[in-house]
Protein backbone atom coordinates (compact mmCIF):
# COMPACT_ATOMS: atom_id res chain seq x y z
CA UNK A 1 0.00 0.00 0.00
CA UNK A 2 1.06 3.55 -0.98
CA UNK A 3 1.88 5.44 2.27
CA UNK A 4 2.07 9.30 2.93
CA UNK A 5 3.97 10.03 6.04
CA UNK A 6 5.62 13.12 7.56
CA UNK A 7 9.71 12.94 6.83
CA UNK A 8 12.54 14.28 7.91
CA UNK A 9 14.76 15.82 5.30
CA UNK A 10 17.81 14.47 6.23
CA UNK A 11 16.84 10.67 7.69
CA UNK A 12 14.57 10.62 4.76
CA UNK A 13 17.49 11.37 2.42
CA UNK A 14 19.74 8.56 3.94
CA UNK A 15 17.40 6.01 4.19
CA UNK A 16 16.63 6.47 0.77
CA UNK A 17 20.47 6.66 0.02
CA UNK A 18 20.91 3.22 1.80
CA UNK A 19 17.78 0.71 0.35
CA UNK A 20 17.84 2.12 -2.96
CA UNK A 21 20.93 3.98 -4.20
CA UNK A 22 20.23 4.35 -7.84
CA UNK A 23 16.72 5.67 -7.45
CA UNK A 24 18.46 8.09 -4.99
CA UNK A 25 21.08 9.46 -7.49
CA UNK A 26 18.25 9.64 -9.80
CA UNK A 27 15.98 11.61 -7.42
CA UNK A 28 19.37 13.70 -6.68
CA UNK A 29 19.18 14.61 -10.98
CA UNK A 30 15.60 15.60 -10.14
CA UNK A 31 14.95 18.28 -8.05
CA UNK A 32 19.14 19.32 -7.48
CA UNK A 33 18.79 23.30 -8.24
CA UNK A 34 14.88 22.93 -8.43
CA UNK A 35 13.05 25.88 -7.61
CA UNK A 36 11.27 23.77 -5.07
CA UNK A 37 11.92 23.95 -1.80
CA UNK A 38 12.63 21.24 0.35
CA UNK A 39 9.25 21.46 2.54
CA UNK A 40 7.75 20.56 -0.45
CA UNK A 41 9.67 18.14 -2.22
CA UNK A 42 9.52 15.58 1.27
CA UNK A 43 8.58 16.88 4.06
CA UNK A 44 4.88 17.64 3.92
CA UNK A 45 2.53 14.83 5.14
CA UNK A 46 0.83 14.22 2.10
CA UNK A 47 3.67 13.52 -0.23
CA UNK A 48 4.16 9.95 -1.15
CA UNK A 49 7.06 8.51 0.13
CA UNK A 50 8.62 7.31 -2.61
CA UNK A 51 10.82 4.63 -1.25
CA UNK A 52 7.01 2.72 -0.35
CA UNK A 53 6.24 3.42 -3.86
CA UNK A 54 9.12 1.91 -4.87
CA UNK A 55 8.26 -1.07 -2.75
CA UNK A 56 5.05 -1.13 -4.57
CA UNK A 57 6.39 -1.53 -8.18
CA UNK A 58 8.69 -4.00 -6.92
CA UNK A 59 5.47 -5.60 -5.35
CA UNK A 60 3.25 -5.41 -8.16
CA UNK A 61 5.33 -4.79 -11.69
CA UNK A 62 6.47 -8.33 -11.96
CA UNK A 63 3.38 -9.16 -13.40
CA UNK A 64 1.12 -7.79 -15.98
CA UNK A 65 -1.96 -9.07 -13.76
CA UNK A 66 -0.92 -7.47 -10.76
CA UNK A 67 -0.20 -3.91 -12.55
CA UNK A 68 -4.32 -3.06 -11.94
CA UNK A 69 -3.83 -3.64 -8.40
CA UNK A 70 -0.50 -0.95 -7.68
CA UNK A 71 -3.00 1.15 -9.95
CA UNK A 72 -5.95 0.80 -7.60
CA UNK A 73 -3.98 1.24 -4.88
CA UNK A 74 -2.23 4.30 -6.58
CA UNK A 75 -5.91 5.89 -7.17
CA UNK A 76 -6.89 4.94 -3.68
CA UNK A 77 -4.40 6.79 -2.22
CA UNK A 78 -5.33 9.97 -4.23
CA UNK A 79 -9.04 9.75 -2.99
CA UNK A 80 -7.94 9.86 0.83
CA UNK A 81 -6.03 12.70 0.52
CA UNK A 82 -7.62 15.82 2.45
CA UNK A 83 -7.94 17.61 -1.04
CA UNK A 84 -9.37 14.64 -2.86
CA UNK A 85 -6.15 14.75 -5.17
CA UNK A 86 -6.51 12.07 -8.26
CA UNK A 87 -3.21 11.13 -10.07
CA UNK A 88 -3.89 12.08 -13.70
CA UNK A 89 -4.97 9.17 -16.52
CA UNK A 90 -1.87 10.22 -18.11
CA UNK A 91 0.24 9.30 -15.06
CA UNK A 92 -1.35 6.09 -14.44
CA UNK A 93 -1.53 5.02 -18.25
CA UNK A 94 2.46 6.22 -18.09
CA UNK A 95 3.18 3.68 -15.36
CA UNK A 96 1.13 1.07 -17.26
CA UNK A 97 3.63 1.97 -20.48
CA UNK A 98 6.90 1.56 -18.71
CA UNK A 99 5.94 -0.72 -15.65
CA UNK A 100 9.01 -2.64 -16.81
CA UNK A 101 11.01 -0.08 -16.35
CA UNK A 102 12.14 1.22 -13.05
CA UNK A 103 14.38 3.55 -14.57
CA UNK A 104 11.18 5.21 -16.01
CA UNK A 105 8.83 4.66 -13.58
CA UNK A 106 11.20 6.73 -10.80
CA UNK A 107 11.07 9.89 -12.37
CA UNK A 108 7.25 9.57 -12.84
CA UNK A 109 6.54 8.99 -8.87
CA UNK A 110 8.62 11.49 -8.17
CA UNK A 111 6.30 14.22 -10.24
CA UNK A 112 3.12 12.42 -8.78
CA UNK A 113 4.92 13.71 -5.53
CA UNK A 114 5.11 17.14 -6.44
CA UNK A 115 1.58 17.60 -8.06
CA UNK A 116 0.43 16.11 -4.54
CA UNK A 117 2.60 18.93 -2.67
CA UNK A 118 1.65 21.92 -4.72
CA UNK A 119 -1.91 21.23 -3.57
CA UNK A 120 -1.40 22.13 -0.25
CA UNK A 121 1.06 25.43 -1.37
CA UNK A 122 -0.02 28.95 -1.59
CA UNK A 123 1.86 32.02 -2.91
CA UNK A 124 1.32 35.41 -2.70
CA UNK A 125 1.25 38.55 -4.56
CA UNK A 126 0.24 42.04 -3.90
CA UNK A 127 1.39 45.77 -3.87
CA UNK A 128 4.66 47.63 -3.18
CA UNK A 129 4.01 49.99 -0.11
CA UNK A 130 3.56 53.14 -2.31
CA UNK A 131 0.42 51.21 -3.53
CA UNK A 132 -0.76 50.60 0.15
CA UNK A 133 -0.08 52.11 3.41
CA UNK A 134 3.78 53.55 2.85
CA UNK A 135 5.90 52.79 5.15
CA UNK A 136 4.04 53.24 8.74
CA UNK A 137 3.49 49.90 10.37
CA UNK A 138 0.64 50.76 12.39
CA UNK A 139 -1.53 51.45 9.21
CA UNK A 140 -1.22 47.75 8.24
CA UNK A 141 -2.99 46.49 11.17
CA UNK A 142 -6.53 46.25 9.36
CA UNK A 143 -4.74 44.36 6.22
CA UNK A 144 -3.35 41.78 8.71
CA UNK A 145 -6.22 40.74 9.85
CA UNK A 146 -7.68 39.90 6.77
CA UNK A 147 -4.40 38.38 5.86
CA UNK A 148 -4.43 36.21 8.85
CA UNK A 149 -8.12 35.21 8.36
CA UNK A 150 -7.36 33.55 4.94
CA UNK A 151 -4.55 32.06 6.11
CA UNK A 152 -6.48 30.32 8.89
CA UNK A 153 -8.98 29.11 6.57
CA UNK A 154 -6.54 27.73 4.65
CA UNK A 155 -5.15 25.91 6.88
CA UNK A 156 -8.14 24.35 7.80
CA UNK A 157 -8.20 23.42 3.77
CA UNK A 158 -4.64 21.36 4.57
CA UNK A 159 -2.49 24.39 2.87
CA UNK A 160 0.52 24.35 4.91
CA UNK A 161 3.27 26.15 3.03
CA UNK A 162 3.55 29.86 1.97
CA UNK A 163 5.36 31.01 -0.17
CA UNK A 164 6.43 34.80 -0.95
CA UNK A 165 8.67 36.86 -3.16
CA UNK A 166 10.36 38.88 -0.86
CA UNK A 167 8.91 42.14 -2.05
CA UNK A 168 8.37 45.44 0.20
CA UNK A 169 5.47 45.48 0.99
CA UNK A 170 2.36 42.23 0.66
CA UNK A 171 4.79 39.71 0.27
CA UNK A 172 7.01 41.02 3.39
CA UNK A 173 3.77 41.66 4.98
CA UNK A 174 2.05 38.18 4.13
CA UNK A 175 5.74 36.39 5.63
CA UNK A 176 5.04 37.80 9.13
CA UNK A 177 1.29 37.08 9.04
CA UNK A 178 2.31 33.21 8.36
CA UNK A 179 4.71 33.94 10.71
CA UNK A 180 2.67 35.05 13.83
CA UNK A 181 0.83 31.95 13.69
CA UNK A 182 3.29 29.59 13.51
CA UNK A 183 2.77 29.15 17.61
CA UNK A 184 -0.72 27.97 16.93
CA UNK A 185 0.37 25.69 13.90
CA UNK A 186 3.66 24.53 14.22
CA UNK A 187 3.61 22.46 11.13
CA UNK A 188 2.72 25.35 8.64
CA UNK A 189 6.22 26.77 6.45
CA UNK A 190 7.61 29.68 5.56
CA UNK A 191 8.78 29.66 2.24
CA UNK A 192 10.97 32.89 0.64
CA UNK A 193 11.79 32.89 -2.70
CA UNK A 194 13.98 35.49 -3.46
CA UNK A 195 14.31 36.60 -7.21
CA UNK A 196 18.36 37.42 -7.64
CA UNK A 197 20.92 38.01 -4.33
CA UNK A 198 21.00 41.89 -3.68
CA UNK A 199 17.14 42.20 -4.31
CA UNK A 200 17.28 44.87 -0.89
CA UNK A 201 20.27 46.80 -1.70
CA UNK A 202 18.34 49.78 -3.20
CA UNK A 203 16.18 50.01 -0.04
CA UNK A 204 16.68 52.13 3.10
CA UNK A 205 18.43 50.50 5.75
CA UNK A 206 16.02 50.64 8.61
CA UNK A 207 12.55 51.35 8.93
CA UNK A 208 8.95 49.38 7.63
CA UNK A 209 9.89 47.40 4.46
CA UNK A 210 14.08 47.91 4.38
CA UNK A 211 17.05 46.31 4.49
CA UNK A 212 17.08 45.57 7.99
CA UNK A 213 13.46 43.86 7.78
CA UNK A 214 14.69 41.94 5.03
CA UNK A 215 17.57 39.89 6.81
CA UNK A 216 15.24 39.33 9.47
CA UNK A 217 12.86 37.68 7.13
CA UNK A 218 15.41 35.33 5.65
CA UNK A 219 16.69 34.95 9.90
CA UNK A 220 12.96 33.49 10.59
CA UNK A 221 12.32 31.51 7.22
CA UNK A 222 11.85 27.90 6.83
CA UNK A 223 13.57 28.01 3.30
CA UNK A 224 15.17 30.52 1.05
CA UNK A 225 15.43 29.84 -2.49
CA UNK A 226 17.17 31.65 -4.83
CA UNK A 227 15.40 32.01 -8.50
CA UNK A 228 18.02 33.06 -10.42
CA UNK A 229 21.47 33.49 -8.72
CA UNK A 230 22.98 34.18 -12.02
CA UNK A 231 21.14 37.41 -12.33
CA UNK A 232 23.35 40.61 -13.15
CA UNK A 233 21.80 43.38 -10.99
CA UNK A 234 23.17 46.37 -12.98
CA UNK A 235 21.45 45.02 -15.68
CA UNK A 236 17.56 46.73 -15.05
CA UNK A 237 16.14 44.07 -18.03
CA UNK A 238 18.04 41.23 -16.49
CA UNK A 239 16.56 41.92 -13.33
CA UNK A 240 13.00 42.57 -14.38
CA UNK A 241 13.24 38.88 -16.06
CA UNK A 242 14.41 37.54 -12.68
CA UNK A 243 11.43 39.25 -11.17
CA UNK A 244 9.28 37.65 -13.06
CA UNK A 245 10.45 34.42 -13.99
CA UNK A 246 10.03 34.40 -9.75
CA UNK A 247 6.54 34.91 -10.13
CA UNK A 248 5.92 32.13 -12.18
CA UNK A 249 8.02 29.42 -9.97
CA UNK A 250 5.92 30.95 -7.19
CA UNK A 251 2.58 30.52 -9.32
CA UNK A 252 3.81 27.10 -10.83
CA UNK A 253 4.26 25.87 -7.09
CA UNK A 254 1.28 26.82 -5.72
CA UNK A 255 -2.34 25.61 -5.46
CA UNK A 256 -3.80 28.66 -3.98
CA UNK A 257 -2.70 32.39 -4.89
CA UNK A 258 -3.18 35.02 -2.62
CA UNK A 259 -3.81 38.30 -4.20
CA UNK A 260 -3.71 41.24 -2.59
CA UNK A 261 -4.98 44.16 -4.78
CA UNK A 262 -6.81 47.47 -5.34
CA UNK A 263 -7.06 46.43 -9.17
CA UNK A 264 -9.70 43.35 -9.22
CA UNK A 265 -8.70 40.29 -10.60
CA UNK A 266 -12.10 40.37 -12.99
CA UNK A 267 -10.79 43.97 -14.15
CA UNK A 268 -7.41 41.69 -14.89
CA UNK A 269 -9.32 39.74 -16.83
CA UNK A 270 -10.27 41.81 -19.44
CA UNK A 271 -8.39 42.13 -22.81
CA UNK A 272 -8.94 45.94 -22.20
CA UNK A 273 -6.61 45.79 -18.77
CA UNK A 274 -3.22 47.14 -19.98
CA UNK A 275 -1.57 46.92 -16.61
CA UNK A 276 2.30 45.77 -16.48
CA UNK A 277 3.46 45.12 -12.71
CA UNK A 278 4.46 42.82 -11.32
CA UNK A 279 1.02 41.76 -8.65
CA UNK A 280 -0.63 42.01 -12.90
CA UNK A 281 1.80 39.53 -14.05
CA UNK A 282 1.39 36.76 -11.57
CA UNK A 283 -1.99 37.39 -11.53
CA UNK A 284 -2.27 36.68 -15.26
CA UNK A 285 -0.34 34.03 -15.08
CA UNK A 286 -2.40 32.14 -12.48
CA UNK A 287 -5.15 32.76 -14.03
CA UNK A 288 -3.42 31.13 -17.35
CA UNK A 289 -2.79 28.32 -15.23
CA UNK A 290 -6.20 27.84 -13.86
CA UNK A 291 -5.16 28.53 -10.14
CA UNK A 292 -7.51 28.87 -7.85
CA UNK A 293 -6.98 32.91 -6.52
CA UNK A 294 -7.85 34.49 -3.70
CA UNK A 295 -8.42 38.38 -3.87
CA UNK A 296 -8.24 41.32 -0.68
CA UNK A 297 -8.53 44.55 -1.54
CA UNK A 298 -6.12 46.79 1.05
CA UNK A 299 -8.88 49.36 0.91
CA UNK A 300 -12.48 47.53 1.72
CA UNK A 301 -10.32 44.69 3.43
CA UNK A 302 -13.05 42.30 1.62
CA UNK A 303 -12.00 38.65 0.95
CA UNK A 304 -13.23 37.09 -2.45
CA UNK A 305 -12.42 33.33 -2.62
CA UNK A 306 -12.06 30.68 -5.48
CA UNK A 307 -11.69 33.23 -8.27
CA UNK A 308 -11.20 31.85 -12.16
Not at 229 to 247: A, F, G, H, T, Y
Amino acid sequence: MIIAMQCDYENYNEQLKQQYPQAYEKYLDTITNSAIPKCIRLSNSQIIHISDELQVINMYAETEEQLDKCKVDMIAYAKRTENEIRFSLDNIMAVEEVVATKEIIEPILIENALIIAQCTTCCVTGHRPKDLYGYDRKAYSGLKKAIIESIREMIKLGINIYINGMAQGADQLFFWCVHSLKSEYPNIRNVCYIPFNGQELKWQVDGAFGQDDYNLVLKYADEVINCNPNCNKENNQDVIISLMERNTKMIKQSSIILAITNNSVDNIKTKEYKGKGGTADAIKKALKLKKEIWEINPISLKTIKNIN
